[in-house]
């Protein structure tokens, strides 16, 4: 047979067991849930396969329909052979159609059941989805996707303790038998499974695999749930009953998503609201990187703390008597509302609610260090947790510049001592941990909608926030200098009128030029 027939024939056979679509097919199917923004000049391509994408994609595969699951930065105009959908994002590129509705787990289900090549799976994945939305918990969801898959399903936590088995009964087999019995696997086949799924989650969420067990022999399915450094778990499944086909790995892909917030759900039932924030923040602050997506997940525990802002407040434990954390809490919720607290070192922490009236409040809580002979140093509003390892740093260094001082103070005013301290000694903090997390909001902001609202901002502050010196330095309307100002601190969520913070801030922008970043 000539050569270009059998390169007709093989291709013919991947189409017969992996359909491709057409992109614009896809997109008029979820085109009204999602409510997709789509460009006149939309291309077609051929779509096998769709992902899901945190962050700025490095290596991008053919055929392939990226989901924007969070808001970063992406040109797709740059990646003109890939096709994105992208999450509130507008976007000019020919490639690239825009949802403003669902979630993008629910568009990256929705998208992979068109994608499906046979009808049991399509029934598959309906049933899996069925099953997640009645709540009815881990547990049916395995035995759902058993029910399909036909072969046993054995499913592990994080230090490969099993969780649960389908079916719940010994099957024969030695390696699934042992490990339903003993609640843990042989040691040889540990020793594979976890370098398996270590392997595979440093790479990507979603990670089922279609490996071997050259001791049995056996072929296995292995999927992580989550990834380093958050693994939660895993999943395995024994070829024994029937062959495995690759609908079988895709499913399991899809399983491991949905089991990956039972879990979550499982982990938040089990254990006090305390415990769980203690678990989430000794992540942050120990650099365990939490990717936007698993923390906003784990966020979910948490309602009280999305959406909202809060200030970080530092207190020695006083020397004069015995206090634990849970008396103090109660002791600082009098002066000011605390809203979560921990313990980090040697030190107490406390997230508390901005007050209106800060004056009263700074009163209150300067009592109760005077009258509890120790030092409080309290930190700017903030309005995500991602940024406490660094602000702890900093009021770290503050304790450093304060001596044997006691009472309450705020670090805006140790901003520039503990600057020079870090400079001056060999301590923890950067140069870079003194610029304002807002800074690299406003220099996204005027990168992706050429903009310059930074530059605007800092000649701004160089004029002592004098509007009519700033205008004319800008050769502007004061009206358009206002609008511009307001939009800066809108994105950057600095709004004080303070001159000290003001100087701060203006430091913190030279901070990050100086650093060329």
Known sequence: MPKNKEDEK????????????????????????????????????????????????????????????????????AYPKSFFLLTQCESQAANAVVYHTGSALDLYQSISLLLTDTEAYAQALSALQRTANSGQGLAALVKTACQFIQN?????????????????????????????????PQPDYLHHVETAIMRFSRHHIRCA???????????LISCSIGALPHLLG??????????????????????????????????????????????????????????PEILRMRLQAFPHLQNRRFCLLLSQIPKSKICTLKYYHEEINRCVQVIESFQYQNDLYFLVEPPENESFRQVALNMLALQSDTLMILSDPLDNLIYCPVVVSMLQGGLSVTGAAKGLFAFRNLYFKTLLHTLSCRASLTLRDFVHPGIQRLKEFDQAHQTDFLATFKTYLQC???????????????????????????????????PEDCHNFLLSIQIDEYLGT
């Open 234 to 291: 895993g999943i395995e499944v024994l070829q024994l009953n029937r062959p495995f086909t690759q609908n079988d790995v895709r499913l399991i892909d899809q399983l491991a998503l949905l089991l990956q917030i039972e879990l979550f759900k499982a982990n938040n039932a089990a254990e006090k609201a305390d415990t769980q924030f203690e678990l989430l923040i000794q992540d942050i602050l120990h650099g365990r990187f939490l990717h």
């Open 152 to 184: 046993p399903i054995h499913v592990m936590d994080k230090t490969f303790s099993l969780i649960y088995a389908c079916p719940e009964e010994p099957c024969g087999n030695p390696v699934y038998d042992y490990f339903l019995i003993h609640k843990e």
């Open 464 to 498: 002592r926030c004098s509007p009519t010196n700033a205008a004319a330095a800008l050769h502007l309307h004061r009206n358009s200098l206002a609008y511009r100002i307001q939009k800066a601190r809108q994105i950057s969520g600095f709004s004080s009128e303070d």
């Open 10 to 77: 093989k291709r013919s056979h991947r189409r017969k067991g992996d359909r491709l679509m057409q992109s614009q097919v896809i997109i008029a199917a979820v085109a009204q849930e999602y409510s997709l923004t789509i460009p006149r000049n939309l291309g077609e391509m051929p779509i096998h396969c769709c992902q899901l994408i945190f962050e700025q994609p490095t290596v991008l595969s053919r055929a392939t329909l990226y989901i924007q699951a969070e808001p970063f930065v992406l040109d797709p105009a």
């Open 209 to 219: 695999q279609l490996i071997d067990y050259n001791r049995e022999p056996l072929k």
